[in-house]
Protein backbone atom coordinates (compact mmCIF):
# COMPACT_ATOMS: atom_id res chain seq x y z
CA UNK A 1 0.00 0.00 0.00
CA UNK A 2 1.20 3.67 -0.87
CA UNK A 3 1.89 6.03 2.24
CA UNK A 4 -0.49 8.34 0.69
CA UNK A 5 -3.09 5.90 0.95
CA UNK A 6 -2.24 4.58 4.77
CA UNK A 7 -2.74 8.50 5.73
CA UNK A 8 -5.84 9.08 3.81
CA UNK A 9 -7.66 5.38 5.05
CA UNK A 10 -6.28 6.53 8.98
CA UNK A 11 -7.50 10.27 8.55
CA UNK A 12 -4.48 11.66 9.37
CA UNK A 13 -4.20 14.81 10.56
CA UNK A 14 -3.57 17.41 7.37
CA UNK A 15 -0.31 19.28 9.08
CA UNK A 16 0.93 16.20 10.17
CA UNK A 17 0.17 14.21 6.73
CA UNK A 18 2.19 17.24 5.13
CA UNK A 19 5.08 16.72 7.30
CA UNK A 20 5.15 12.77 7.25
CA UNK A 21 4.82 13.26 3.38
CA UNK A 22 7.98 15.20 2.93
CA UNK A 23 10.01 13.30 5.23
CA UNK A 24 9.42 10.61 2.89
CA UNK A 25 10.73 12.50 0.06
CA UNK A 26 14.26 13.06 1.96
CA UNK A 27 16.61 11.46 0.26
CA UNK A 28 18.15 10.04 3.45
CA UNK A 29 14.42 8.25 4.24
CA UNK A 30 15.53 5.60 1.93
CA UNK A 31 18.45 5.11 3.26
CA UNK A 32 16.67 3.91 6.92
CA UNK A 33 15.42 1.35 5.32
CA UNK A 34 17.20 -1.72 7.23
CA UNK A 35 16.40 -0.09 10.22
CA UNK A 36 12.87 0.48 9.65
CA UNK A 37 12.86 -3.35 8.90
CA UNK A 38 13.48 -3.89 12.30
CA UNK A 39 10.26 -2.35 13.67
CA UNK A 40 8.54 -5.10 12.48
CA UNK A 41 9.78 -7.45 15.06
CA UNK A 42 9.08 -7.22 18.58
CA UNK A 43 12.12 -8.86 19.61
CA UNK A 44 14.20 -6.31 17.52
CA UNK A 45 12.40 -3.11 17.77
CA UNK A 46 13.53 -1.52 20.32
CA UNK A 47 17.36 -1.58 19.30
CA UNK A 48 15.74 -0.47 16.07
CA UNK A 49 13.90 2.55 17.66
CA UNK A 50 17.24 3.78 19.53
CA UNK A 51 19.14 3.64 16.15
CA UNK A 52 16.93 5.25 14.63
CA UNK A 53 16.54 7.53 17.15
CA UNK A 54 20.36 8.48 16.39
CA UNK A 55 19.99 8.67 12.80
CA UNK A 56 17.16 10.74 12.63
CA UNK A 57 18.59 13.47 15.28
CA UNK A 58 16.83 16.57 16.04
CA UNK A 59 13.35 15.20 15.71
CA UNK A 60 11.41 17.47 18.15
CA UNK A 61 7.99 16.22 17.19
CA UNK A 62 9.02 12.64 16.18
CA UNK A 63 7.57 12.83 12.79
CA UNK A 64 10.16 11.41 11.57
CA UNK A 65 9.93 8.45 13.98
CA UNK A 66 6.31 8.67 12.34
CA UNK A 67 6.81 8.13 9.06
CA UNK A 68 9.05 5.30 9.97
CA UNK A 69 6.37 3.80 12.09
CA UNK A 70 4.11 4.41 8.91
CA UNK A 71 6.02 2.98 6.49
CA UNK A 72 5.92 -0.12 8.28
CA UNK A 73 2.15 -0.54 8.62
CA UNK A 74 1.51 0.26 4.88
CA UNK A 75 4.21 -2.59 4.24
CA UNK A 76 2.08 -4.74 6.38
CA UNK A 77 -0.80 -4.51 3.99
CA UNK A 78 0.28 -6.77 1.49
CA UNK A 79 0.42 -9.78 4.66
CA UNK A 80 -2.92 -8.60 5.90
CA UNK A 81 -4.45 -9.22 2.63
CA UNK A 82 -2.19 -12.60 2.64
CA UNK A 83 -3.80 -13.44 6.08
CA UNK A 84 -7.41 -12.46 4.66
CA UNK A 85 -7.65 -9.61 7.01
CA UNK A 86 -10.34 -7.03 5.74
CA UNK A 87 -8.99 -3.32 5.15
CA UNK A 88 -11.80 -2.56 7.93
CA UNK A 89 -9.30 -3.93 10.45
CA UNK A 90 -6.41 -2.87 8.59
CA UNK A 91 -7.31 0.98 8.94
CA UNK A 92 -9.25 0.64 12.28
CA UNK A 93 -5.96 -0.64 13.97
CA UNK A 94 -3.42 1.85 11.98
CA UNK A 95 -5.76 4.64 13.47
CA UNK A 96 -4.19 4.27 16.54
CA UNK A 97 -1.63 6.81 14.93
CA UNK A 98 -4.12 9.44 14.27
CA UNK A 99 -5.55 8.60 17.80
CA UNK A 100 -2.50 9.15 19.77
CA UNK A 101 -1.65 12.18 18.26
CA UNK A 102 -4.90 13.93 18.71
CA UNK A 103 -4.37 12.60 22.06
CA UNK A 104 -0.93 14.41 22.21
CA UNK A 105 -2.81 17.52 21.19
CA UNK A 106 -5.44 17.45 24.11
CA UNK A 107 -2.44 16.75 26.74
CA UNK A 108 0.42 18.99 25.19
CA UNK A 109 -1.51 21.64 23.31
CA UNK A 110 0.38 20.71 20.36
CA UNK A 111 0.55 17.67 18.24
CA UNK A 112 3.51 15.15 17.84
CA UNK A 113 4.00 11.48 17.89
CA UNK A 114 4.98 10.34 21.64
CA UNK A 115 3.96 7.16 21.26
CA UNK A 116 6.54 5.10 19.23
CA UNK A 117 7.29 2.69 22.13
CA UNK A 118 3.58 1.12 22.25
CA UNK A 119 2.98 1.09 18.00
CA UNK A 120 5.53 -1.50 16.97
CA UNK A 121 2.60 -4.25 17.97
CA UNK A 122 0.97 -2.63 15.16
CA UNK A 123 3.56 -2.94 12.52
CA UNK A 124 4.32 -6.37 13.52
CA UNK A 125 0.91 -7.86 12.86
CA UNK A 126 0.72 -8.82 16.50
CA UNK A 127 -2.00 -6.55 17.92
CA UNK A 128 -5.45 -5.66 16.20
CA UNK A 129 -8.44 -3.17 16.99
CA UNK A 130 -11.55 -5.01 16.36
CA UNK A 131 -14.73 -3.15 17.38
CA UNK A 132 -14.62 -1.15 20.27
CA UNK A 133 -11.61 -3.19 21.85
CA UNK A 134 -7.84 -3.82 20.89
CA UNK A 135 -6.53 -7.23 21.28
CA UNK A 136 -3.07 -8.36 21.39
CA UNK A 137 -1.15 -12.24 20.72
CA UNK A 138 0.92 -12.64 23.39
CA UNK A 139 2.28 -15.76 25.18
CA UNK A 140 2.52 -15.89 28.58
CA UNK A 141 3.86 -19.10 30.78
CA UNK A 142 4.85 -20.71 27.09
CA UNK A 143 0.69 -20.01 26.48
CA UNK A 144 -0.95 -18.11 23.93
CA UNK A 145 -2.40 -15.54 25.73
CA UNK A 146 -4.69 -12.50 24.10
CA UNK A 147 -4.23 -9.24 25.99
CA UNK A 148 -7.03 -6.82 25.34
CA UNK A 149 -6.81 -3.33 25.69
CA UNK A 150 -8.99 -0.36 25.75
CA UNK A 151 -8.48 2.76 23.00
CA UNK A 152 -9.23 6.46 24.30
CA UNK A 153 -12.18 6.67 21.89
CA UNK A 154 -13.62 3.31 22.95
CA UNK A 155 -17.42 3.68 23.84
CA UNK A 156 -17.95 0.86 27.12
CA UNK A 157 -21.23 -0.26 26.87
CA UNK A 158 -22.19 -4.11 27.26
CA UNK A 159 -23.32 -4.25 23.60
CA UNK A 160 -20.09 -2.69 22.50
CA UNK A 161 -17.97 -4.99 25.02
CA UNK A 162 -20.10 -8.28 23.54
CA UNK A 163 -19.85 -7.62 19.84
CA UNK A 164 -15.72 -7.29 19.98
CA UNK A 165 -15.31 -10.36 21.98
CA UNK A 166 -17.49 -11.76 19.59
CA UNK A 167 -15.42 -10.22 16.63
CA UNK A 168 -12.23 -11.06 18.33
CA UNK A 169 -13.27 -14.83 19.06
CA UNK A 170 -14.31 -15.44 15.44
CA UNK A 171 -11.04 -13.62 14.22
CA UNK A 172 -8.54 -15.42 16.19
CA UNK A 173 -10.29 -18.79 15.47
CA UNK A 174 -10.06 -17.73 11.41
CA UNK A 175 -6.98 -15.88 11.13
CA UNK A 176 -4.27 -17.65 14.21
CA UNK A 177 -5.98 -20.62 15.14
CA UNK A 178 -2.99 -21.00 17.79
CA UNK A 179 -5.15 -18.17 19.71
CA UNK A 180 -8.63 -19.27 19.02
CA UNK A 181 -9.64 -20.53 22.57
CA UNK A 182 -6.82 -18.96 24.32
CA UNK A 183 -7.70 -16.58 27.72
CA UNK A 184 -8.30 -13.38 27.23
CA UNK A 185 -6.40 -10.72 30.12
CA UNK A 186 -6.49 -7.08 30.84
CA UNK A 187 -3.72 -4.99 32.76
CA UNK A 188 -5.36 -1.82 33.73
CA UNK A 189 -6.36 1.16 35.30
CA UNK A 190 -10.04 0.36 34.64
CA UNK A 191 -10.04 -2.62 36.64
CA UNK A 192 -8.55 -0.97 39.79
CA UNK A 193 -10.64 -1.79 42.61
CA UNK A 194 -10.71 1.64 44.19
CA UNK A 195 -13.19 2.53 41.43
CA UNK A 196 -15.65 1.13 42.90
CA UNK A 197 -16.01 3.47 45.82
CA UNK A 198 -15.09 6.63 43.17
CA UNK A 199 -18.02 6.17 40.68
CA UNK A 200 -21.71 5.23 41.16
CA UNK A 201 -22.78 1.32 41.05
CA UNK A 202 -24.34 1.98 37.36
CA UNK A 203 -20.74 3.81 35.61
CA UNK A 204 -19.93 1.97 32.50
CA UNK A 205 -16.48 1.82 33.63
CA UNK A 206 -17.98 -0.35 36.94
CA UNK A 207 -19.84 -2.69 34.52
CA UNK A 208 -16.80 -3.10 32.26
CA UNK A 209 -14.53 -3.79 35.24
CA UNK A 210 -17.34 -6.62 36.31
CA UNK A 211 -16.69 -8.64 32.93
CA UNK A 212 -13.03 -9.76 34.61
CA UNK A 213 -12.12 -11.63 37.56
CA UNK A 214 -9.58 -9.87 38.87
CA UNK A 215 -6.36 -11.83 39.87
CA UNK A 216 -3.80 -9.08 40.69
CA UNK A 217 -3.20 -4.95 41.46
CA UNK A 218 -0.17 -3.65 41.20
CA UNK A 219 0.57 0.24 42.34
CA UNK A 220 3.74 0.46 40.39
CA UNK A 221 2.20 3.16 37.30
CA UNK A 222 0.20 6.52 37.56
CA UNK A 223 -0.69 6.62 34.01
CA UNK A 224 -4.09 6.61 34.90
CA UNK A 225 -3.46 10.55 35.99
CA UNK A 226 -3.36 10.89 32.13
CA UNK A 227 -5.96 9.45 31.21
CA UNK A 228 -8.62 10.63 33.72
CA UNK A 229 -7.12 13.78 33.83
CA UNK A 230 -5.69 14.53 30.21
CA UNK A 231 -2.61 15.97 31.48
CA UNK A 232 0.74 15.36 32.70
CA UNK A 233 2.95 16.68 35.59
CA UNK A 234 0.61 18.46 37.58
CA UNK A 235 0.88 18.56 41.28
CA UNK A 236 -2.12 16.68 43.02
CA UNK A 237 -3.62 19.54 44.41
CA UNK A 238 -3.80 21.16 40.39
CA UNK A 239 -5.69 18.67 38.86
CA UNK A 240 -9.05 19.59 37.00
CA UNK A 241 -12.15 18.85 38.56
CA UNK A 242 -14.50 18.51 35.67
CA UNK A 243 -15.79 15.20 35.80
CA UNK A 244 -17.16 13.59 38.50
CA UNK A 245 -14.19 10.88 38.60
CA UNK A 246 -11.74 13.64 38.53
CA UNK A 247 -13.32 14.97 41.59
CA UNK A 248 -13.85 12.00 43.31
CA UNK A 249 -10.45 11.17 42.00
CA UNK A 250 -8.77 13.88 43.32
CA UNK A 251 -10.43 14.02 46.64
CA UNK A 252 -8.78 10.66 46.73
CA UNK A 253 -5.18 10.84 45.88
CA UNK A 254 -5.82 13.95 48.20
CA UNK A 255 -6.36 12.49 51.05
CA UNK A 256 -3.24 9.47 50.47
CA UNK A 257 -5.17 7.20 48.80
CA UNK A 258 -3.88 5.29 45.56
CA UNK A 259 -5.23 3.93 42.45
CA UNK A 260 -3.97 0.81 41.08
CA UNK A 261 -3.78 -1.31 37.81
CA UNK A 262 -5.98 -4.54 38.28
CA UNK A 263 -4.81 -7.85 36.52
CA UNK A 264 -8.02 -9.38 35.04
CA UNK A 265 -8.91 -12.25 33.34
CA UNK A 266 -12.35 -11.93 31.36
CA UNK A 267 -15.82 -13.28 31.81
CA UNK A 268 -16.10 -15.11 28.73
Known amino acids: ME ?33 REGLKNMETEAQA ?5 RQLGKDPKRFGMLACM ?3 AADLHQWYQEKGISDRVFFDTMGCFTRFIEECREITGSRAFDREWWTARQVSGKLFRLGALEYEMIYHEDKPIVSMHI ?4 VLTNESF ?7 RSFFAEHFPEYGSSAYICHSWLLAPELGELLPGNSRILAFQRRFRIVKVD ?3 DDYIQWVFK ?22 LMA ?10 CRM
Open 3 to 35: LKQLCEGIHLQEEVRREVEAFCRNPGFDRLGML
Open 49 to 53: REELG
Open 70 to 72: LAC
Open 151 to 154: PSDA
Open 162 to 168: DNSIEEA
Open 219 to 221: YQG
Open 231 to 252: TRGLPTADLPEETLLQRNMKRH
Open 256 to 265: GGKVGNGLGV
